[in-house]
């Protein structure tokens, strides 16, 4: 009784398209759809919707051959990144329009409406018009107008990355508990987004997109500590994980004249040359650390972002404090080595501190 | 998208399109290839007129080249002006609804009939210009001195479809969205860089539109020219389809009307196309 | 007052002013016969009468108002009420008459019972139109029809047009300049020439251009030499025609004016026309501002307004300037066209050092009877009925009307001076100019060869050239020649040499 | 902005408003004019000028017997045929304006912007040729001279801008709307009747107005395609064109032929002030 997806394929344009994507979702719970910009993400979520046509490929639901179901009677619902509602309706008859359009009587709506205005904290709104309400506030709209129909599928298109900052934490919480209490142990949630730390915080099933390919399949957690590979690896981390070229020789990981002791679960690695791959939270300021120099340092609310450079080497490291640093400051920099990751010559993980390996 | 009720919203108008026009097109095509005109029926010459027309018509490729110019300077201007008329009212500005409806009238009169009152405007001893003019001693031949005749032209061409431009591109400004311009203000730029590097480009894709169907349209410059002054003096402002109409409907050679027609048709498409990739290449940079 | 009386159209006050001296119970019913009351004929009120023609549709296509489309429409009412028919009127302008009709015809169809034109339509519109009946042909009206346009109304003997008007070119000029003994004696010592009504083009060139550009006659405005047609349109190439007759059309030699009948090669570039289009150019230095863009209306308003001392072309600008409410009624004079000292002989290729004047009886306004109408009959009783005797004799009293003498009875100063209240002096010069044209031996009738308007729209376009100096008058008039010979080529020599022989044989006086 | 701005701009706009003004004030008092008073010398101010007379207005309602073209049943007969022939076009136009915009078409090397192009295309040719062709196929159905047949041909005149204006207006329109719209259980039909259309009024209303200017301008068609059964405003109009050019009945009509557009314009100014022509969806 899953939402099965095998092999499809669609091509859009040469860098738009999805390549023999296969998923097997289940009912009552959350998958985050994690990918970067035109990795695919909303492709899959329309051709998941009915919107687009796969060239190849199959879906099921509930047993049925769900691309022969238009998308108008699939009982599906989807919030985009815009904030999409009717410009010509009302607040209260876009949450309806949906209810209406399955013929509901009007006593039934109207309580429908209400309950998913009140769960999205817009009671009071019903009579606005949409080009009156804020951004966040047209983003609930089509948030209500998604849960109202108690769809069986729930497709969320990166609904909160056209939201300022503040404002996307506090919904993001919010939304959680929508879920949670709002849907019904029967539908489906899915949810794309290009920020890790999301994809991390809804806790769901992740999936990893790149290129419309599914780089890996697994819990929020397992994603982030074992990313099967340096593409993923880049794309569960915000900023990128670092990755930099280099080899074991005699104990000792080298690069760019810099000598790290080998951490133990690093130790077991056979070849020579390898990607060393440390997250930015994981490079700290050292006095007895390396020299790099400052290529550019940014601040993001309370976190420092010094992208530094030495020879060929490029890192970034974050900061957690606010820091005045200049372009060309010579800053000295450790690397938490047990933390570290190896990746082999082909990309793939070669061995990580929570105990992936590929050996 | 793509369901097949695309075709139920496609294809009402495009069959009634093609089939109200199938038959005269064909039409055309057959005419073209025949003599007709007041003495012989719809006979078959072949390619005659085609090598009448591209051996021995020079008037017709001179009204072409005129018709270029008249149309390229026409457009252009209306253009130009159209854009600075619709920047100006675009914002707050005293009686914005008078002048915004006012800049729309020129272009509702009949171009047969408001060309009669500009013939009258412009008439050298009768008319109000010369007469004020005459006040300073100026007494410009708007309508027999050959160069001056095309001016003529092109003045009332411009006042009667700038508000064509005007339009489009007011509507167009009133659909930016704010974003830019915000971005432009908290970078402090001055009002001229503001509107090269925002307004403009973001104008671009209207303008592009706007300006291929305005050469469309200015390439049919026919009433004007009839009435103000018959294509004269001499042919100084005869147009290509000025040419067309006494070829066509005054000496009744419709059978050769049919082949400029035809020619001119697949000239302007040629060449439409051409402008327009021009133009996006130009105007759109992405 | 004045705005009153303004108001009333010309029709209605031509009424009121002269008195019904012949009522009868017709002219009760139309006053628009009121000063003649019914005149018997074959098609009188009387006889039109008698005809039912309940629950029949007539159609018509006629000139737009007032020029010919009012009387058309006024006479189409009548004939509705006398007949109980159903007239359909529609009216066009002068220039789109020949294709708004010829559209149809050549798909086929006869919307239209009545088209109205120009009888140079003549060659291209006859096989479409029903040749007037005999019966049409034996009536009082016809028999009253002059020579010259019973003449141009046919093909080859055959009435295809039926005589509604009469139209040609002649001189007018401001008799307050010309016959004031002050100005002959200033123009005198100016010039050395005496001011009298020029006999040749260059004598008329002269004095235009002695008074152009002051205000001669006091009024505050300034004054000017010639009003003529010469914007590029449907009727320049007549003015042109008018000015070339009396270089090219030579009485010695016979057999075309516009081609040599024989060989067929166009005289439109040889020497008598290059001489009259080299003074047409001369000619644009004393016309009005803007006087090359001057088409028929202009010229009628710049005349019949005042503004200039000559004009030659069709009726109306006289006309215009003898309304009641003109400025310069009885102001104005007629006279042939000007003639020439010399005149080409295309024969010997010499010039003949001998004056010549020929008259130019220009095209006009004709009418004919669609060959597919259902309604043949009604419809030229309609046309007989237009041209009556009494409607004939209001109508040529209504200025705007323009409707012109074309029947012997016409050349009447009487009918001028009484019903109009014409100078004894202009009404007798006025029918003795025109009759004098009915009697001229050397006349040039209009050009009627099968696609006639591709051989007159190349004189528009090379003439117009030449005005607007982007050519000489030679090179202009050799392009013209040029162009004729390239559609001679393309129509067959032999079809136009067929054509042009029914004009020539008018032209010499052998039919 | 600086003050040079504002000086500039109200110095053009006043330099505008001058320019497109003139024709008219002139029109309107040469109507009031005659023969001897347009001919006798340039004069522009009634009683003062010239001493004014209503014949020129009074052509307009007179009969052709009285010398008048009547232009009152013309009159409605091109507001029929142009509203007609406009809401035809707009409604077959904006259909097709719409699988335009929304949805992809492939046959052969042909692309929705050459269908486009080929509705745009049907500008191009000059109207003179076309009328014989358009005279032979309205003979044939039997339409010729008949207010039907007219519309037929106006639809071919207007569709064009309908589809031109609407693609360029469906194509601002975020397709996410129609998305939703098919999601929330509207098949396609619905989808472009409930949501697309209710939110494109503005674009409908500008391209309706452009439909409206050109289809009552329309002279030519009018002209050919027309015998005494119908006649069309412009048509009877030119037909005043006698051999005397009256300037005072034709400066009449110009400006009664332009009146009932004014009111066009009011309405698309509205839609344009209310900042919402094609900017309602953001």
Same mark, same amino acid.
């Given at each position: 009784m899953n939402l099965v997806g095998e092999n499809l394929s669609y091509k859009l344009t040469e860098e738009l398209q999805l390549r023999k994507i296969s998923?097997?979702?289940?009912?009552?719970?959350?998958?985050?759809?994690?990918?970067?910009?035109?990795?695919?993400?909303?492709?899959?979520?329309?051709?998941?919707?009915?919107?687009?046509?796969?060239?190849?490929?199959?879906?099921?639901?509930?047993?049925?051959?769900?691309?022969?179901?238009?998308?108008?009677?699939?009982?599906?619902?989807?919030?985009?990144?815009?904030?999409?509602?009717?410009?010509?309706?009302?607040?209260?008859?876009?949450?309806?329009?949906?209810?209406?359009?399955?013929?509901?009587?009007?006593?039934?709506?109207?309580?429908?409406?209400?309950?998913?205005?009140?769960?999205?904290?817009?009671?009071?709104?019903?009579?606005?018009?949409?080009?009156?309400?804020?951004?966040?506030?047209?983003?609930?709209?089509?948030?209500?107008?998604?849960?109202?129909k108690n769809a069986k599928i729930l497709l969320l298109d990166e609904p909160l990355v056209n939201l300022d900052y503040k404002l996307r934490e506090q919904l993001r919480e919010e939304f959680k508990n929508i879920f949670i209490n709002g849907l019904s142990e029967e539908s489906i949630v899915i949810f794309s987004t290009t920020d890790p730390r999301e994809a991390m915080e809804l806790n769901g099933e992740v999936i990893v997109l790149d290129e419309g390919k599914v780089l890996q399949v697994g819990a929020a957690k397992e994603i982030f500590e074992n990313p099967k590979n340096l593409k993923v690896a880049a794309i569960s981390n915000d900023p990128p994980m670092n990755i930099l070229k280099a080899e074991i020789d005699s104990n000792k990981i080298k690069f760019e004249n810099i000598e790290i002791d080998i951490p133990d679960h690093l130790s077991k690695i056979k070849?020579?040359?390898?990607?060393?791959?440390?997250?930015?939270?994981?490079?700290?300021?050292?006095?007895?650390?390396?020299?790099?120099?400052?290529?550019?340092?940014?601040?993001?609310?309370?976190?420092?972002?010094?992208?530094?450079?030495?020879?060929?080497?490029?890192?970034?490291?974050?900061?957690?404090?606010?820091?005045?640093?200049?372009?060309?400051?010579?800053?000295?920099?450790?690397?938490?080595?047990?933390?570290?990751?190896?990746?082999?010559?082909?990309?793939?993980?070669?061995?990580?501190?929570?105990?992936?390996?590929?050996? | 998208m793509n369901f097949k009720h695309k075709y139920i919203f496609l294809f009402p108008g495009l069959f009634v399109l093609i089939g109200i026009l199938i038959f005269p097109i064909i039409f055309v095509v057959r005419l073209s290839l025949s003599g007709w005109n007041s003495y012989n029926g719809l006979n078959f010459i072949g390619l005659e007129n085609y090598i009448r027309l591209f051996t021995d018509d020079p008037r017709f490729w001179e009204s072409f080249f005129r018709l270029s110019f008249l149309s390229v300077t026409t457009v252009v201007l209306q253009y130009v002006i159209g854009f600075a008329l619709a920047h100006m009212v675009w914002k707050e500005i005293k009686f914005q609804r008078f002048f915004r409806v006012l800049f729309l009238i020129p272009m509702m009169t009949t171009p047969v009939i408001m060309t009669v009152i500009w013939r009258t405007f412009f008439h050298e001893s009768l008319g109000p210009v010369n007469d004020i003019l005459g006040n300073f001693g100026l007494s410009p031949k708007w309508l027999t001195d050959p160069t001056l005749a095309k001016f003529t032209v092109i003045i009332v061409e411009v006042w009667q479809w700038t508000p064509f431009m005007f339009l489009l591109l007011l509507a167009g400004l009133l659909s930016l969205p704010k974003e830019p311009f915000l971005a432009a203000a908290i970078d402090g730029a001055s009002p001229v860089r503001k509107f090269i590097y925002v307004t403009f480009p973001l104008m671009a894709p209207i303008s592009i539109g706007a300006i291929i169907i305005r050469l469309i349209e200015a390439s049919k410059i026919m009433d004007t020219v009839y009435v103000l002054t018959s294509g004269g003096p001499g042919t100084s402002t005869e147009t290509s389809s000025f040419y067309i109409f006494i070829k066509g409907l005054r000496e009744f050679q419709m059978g050769y009307a049919a082949s400029m027609s035809f020619t001119y048709l697949i000239i302007m498409i040629i060449s439409l196309t051409v402008i327009a990739k021009v133009l996006t290449k130009l105007l759109l940079k992405d | 007052m004045k705005i009153i009386k303004t108001c009333l159209s010309?029709?209605?006050?031509?009424?009121?002013?002269?008195?019904?001296?012949?009522?009868?119970?017709?002219?009760?019913?139309?006053?628009?016969?009121?000063?003649?009351?019914?005149?018997?004929?074959?098609?009188?009120?009387?006889?039109?009468?008698?005809?039912?023609?309940?629950g029949k549709t007539l159609k018509i296509n006629t000139h737009a108002v007032p020029v010919i489309g009012q009387p058309t429409a006024l006479h189409?009412?009548?004939?509705?009420?006398?007949?109980?028919?159903?007239?359909?009127?529609?009216?066009?302008?002068?220039?789109?008459?020949?294709?708004?009709?010829?559209?149809?015809?050549?798909?086929?169809?006869?919307?239209?019972?009545?088209?109205?034109?120009?009888?140079?339509?003549?060659?291209?519109?006859?096989?479409?139109?029903?040749?007037?009946?005999?019966?049409?042909?034996?009536?009082?009206?016809?028999?009253?029809?002059?020579?010259?346009?019973?003449?141009?109304?046919?093909?080859?003997?055959?009435?295809?047009?039926?005589?509604?008007?009469?139209?040609?070119?002649?001189?007018?000029?401001?008799k307050d300049v010309i016959d004031n003994p002050e100005m002959q004696k200033k123009y005198k010592a100016d010039t050395g020439k005496e001011l009298k009504v020029p006999t040749t083009w260059k004598e008329y060139g002269e004095m235009a251009k002695y008074f152009n550009g002051w205000d001669w006659d006091g009024d505050g405005e300034k004054e000017y030499g010639s009003a003529e047609v010469m914007k590029k349109d449907d009727l320049m190439f007549a003015a042109f025609f008018s000015r070339s007759v009396a270089y090219a059309k030579n009485p010695r030699t016979p057999g075309g004016f516009f081609f040599d009948l024989e060989t067929m090669k166009p005289n439109v570039n040889n020497p008598g026309f290059v001489e009259a289009l080299t003074d047409w150019v001369e000619a644009t230095k004393y016309v009005p501002p803007g006087g090359i863009n001057f088409g028929l209306g202009d010229e009628i308003g710049s005349f019949g307004g005042g503004q200039t001392l000559f004009s030659f072309s069709w009726d109306d600008a006289f006309i215009a300037a003898m309304q009641d409410d003109s400025p310069i009624k009885n102001k104005v004079g007629t006279a042939p066209l000007p003639g020439a000292d010399k005149v080409w002989n295309r024969v010997t290729g010499k010039w003949e050092n001998q004056y010549n004047q020929a008259p130019y009886i220009v095209w006009g306004w004709a009418v004919g009877v669609a060959k597919k109408s259902k309604v043949q009959e009604m419809a030229f009783d309609y046309l007989c009925f237009f041209s009556n005797g009494a409607n004939h004799q209001a109508d040529l009293a209504i200025g705007n009307f323009g409707v012109n003498p074309f029947k012997n009875s016409d050349f009447d100063p009487n009918l001028y001076i009484d019903t109009m209240g014409w100078d004894k002096e202009i009404a007798e010069s006025y029918t003795k100019t025109l009759k004098?044209?009915?009697?001229?031996?050397?006349?040039?009738?209009?050009?009627?060869?099968?696609?006639?308007?591709?051989?007159?729209?190349?004189?528009?376009?090379?003439?117009?050239?030449?005005?607007?100096?982007?050519?000489?008058?030679?090179?202009?008039?050799?392009?013209?020649?040029?162009?004729?010979?390239?559609?001679?080529?393309?129509?067959?020599?032999?079809?136009?040499?067929?054509?042009?022989?029914?004009?020539?044989?008018?032209?010499?006086n052998k039919l | 902005m600086g003050k040079l701005y504002t000086f500039l701009k109200y110095f053009f706009i006043t330099i505008w408003t001058v320019f497109v003004v003139a024709p008219f004030l002139w029109a309107l008092t040469t109507s009031f004019k005659d023969f001897n008073s347009v001919n006798g010398g340039v004069t522009y101010i009634p009683w003062v000028d010239f001493e004014p007379n209503l014949e020129g207005w009074r052509v307009l309602i007179k009969s052709p017997a009285e010398g008048g073209v009547d232009i009152v049943e013309p009159y409605f007969n091109s507001l029929f045929v142009t509203c007609t022939a406009s809401l035809i076009s707009i409604i077959l136009g904006t259909l097709s304006a719409y699988a335009l915009s929304r949805y992809t078409f492939k046959a052969g090397p042909i692309k929705n912007n050459d269908i486009t192009f080929f509705f745009i295309s049907q500008r191009i040719m000059p109207p003179i040729v076309l009328s014989i062709p358009f005279f032979l196929f309205l003979g044939a159905v039997n339409l010729l001279d008949s207010l039907i047949g007219l519309i037929v041909v106006y639809i071919v005149l207007l569709m064009p801008i309908a589809v031109w204006i609407m693609v360029d207006f469906f194509n601002k329109v975020p397709r996410e709307i129609d998305e939703t719209a098919l999601i929330d259980g509207c098949n396609p039909y619905q989808a472009f009747f409930k949501v697309v259309l209710p939110n494109s009024i503005p674009g409908l209303i500008v391209a309706g107005m452009f439909c409206i200017i050109f289809g009552w301008i329309d002279f030519f068609f009018a002209f050919i395609l027309t015998f005494t059964e119908v006649q069309l405003l412009p048509v009877k109009i030119v037909a005043l064109n006698s051999s005397i050019t009256p300037w005072w009945? &034709? +400066?009449?009509?110009? =400006?009664?032929?332009?009146?009932?557009?004014?009111?066009?314009?009011?309405?698309?100014?509205?839609? &344009? +002030?209310?900042?919402? =022509?094609?900017?309602?969806?953001?």
């Open positions: 998923f097997n979702f289940e009912k009552g719970k959350l998958y985050t759809i994690l990918g970067r910009t035109l990795s695919g993400k909303t492709t899959l979520l329309k051709t998941i919707a009915g919107l687009l046509m796969p060239d190849s490929g199959t879906i099921k639901f509930e047993g049925k051959n769900f691309l022969e179901i238009p998308v108008w009677e699939r009982n599906i619902a989807m919030v985009y990144q815009q904030f999409i509602n009717y410009p010509h309706l009302n607040v209260f008859e876009n949450i309806a329009f949906p209810l209406k359009q399955r013929g509901l009587d009007p006593q039934k709506i109207n309580e429908e409406v209400f309950n998913s205005l009140k769960l999205v904290g817009l009671e009071g709104y019903e009579k606005r018009k949409i080009q009156e309400l804020s951004g966040g506030q047209q983003q609930r709209v089509s948030v209500a107008r998604s849960l109202v070849d020579k040359n390898f990607n060393f791959g440390i997250r930015a939270s994981d490079v700290e300021l050292n006095d007895n650390g390396f020299e790099f120099e400052v290529e550019l340092a940014e601040i993001s609310g309370s976190e420092t972002l010094l992208h530094l450079t030495r020879g060929n080497a490029k890192i970034i490291t974050s900061i957690e404090e606010v820091m005045d640093f200049k372009i060309r400051d010579k800053v000295k920099i450790n690397f938490k080595s047990n933390k570290a990751y190896a990746f082999d010559e082909t990309g793939n993980l070669a061995s990580s501190p929570f105990g992936g390996s590929s050996v | - | 010309a029709m209605i006050s031509g009424i009121l002013i002269f008195s019904p001296a012949y009522a009868d119970k017709w002219s009760d019913q139309f006053p628009h016969i009121k000063a003649t009351g019914d005149i018997p004929g074959d098609c009188s009120y009387e006889e039109i009468s008698k005809k039912n023609y309940k189409a009412e009548q004939f509705a009420k006398l007949t109980g028919a159903t007239v359909d009127v529609t009216h066009t302008p002068a220039g789109d008459l020949y294709a708004k009709a010829m559209v149809p015809f050549k798909a086929g169809q006869a919307p239209y019972d009545i088209v109205f034109g120009f009888s140079n339509f003549i060659n291209d519109w006859r096989q479409y139109l029903a040749p007037v009946p005999k019966k049409y042909m034996n009536t009082k009206e016809m028999k009253d029809v002059t020579k010259s346009h019973v003449g141009v109304s046919s093909w080859d003997g055959t009435m295809y047009q039926y005589p509604v008007d009469g139209d040609r070119h002649y001189l007018k000029y401001r004098d044209m009915e009697k001229s031996k050397n006349r040039v009738f209009p050009l009627r060869v099968r696609g006639v308007f591709e051989f007159t729209s190349a004189v528009a376009t090379g003439t117009s050239k030449a005005l607007a100096g982007q050519l000489s008058p030679q090179e202009a008039l050799d392009e013209v020649a040029k162009e004729w010979e390239a559609i001679v080529k393309r129509v067959g020599k032999s079809a136009v040499q067929e054509d042009y022989a029914v004009g020539v044989k008018m032209e010499d | 009945s &034709l +400066s009449a009509s110009a =400006l009664v032929s332009v009146a009932p557009l004014i009111v066009v314009a009011f309405i698309v100014e509205r839609y &344009l +002030s209310k900042g919402n =022509l094609s900017g309602a969806i953001k």
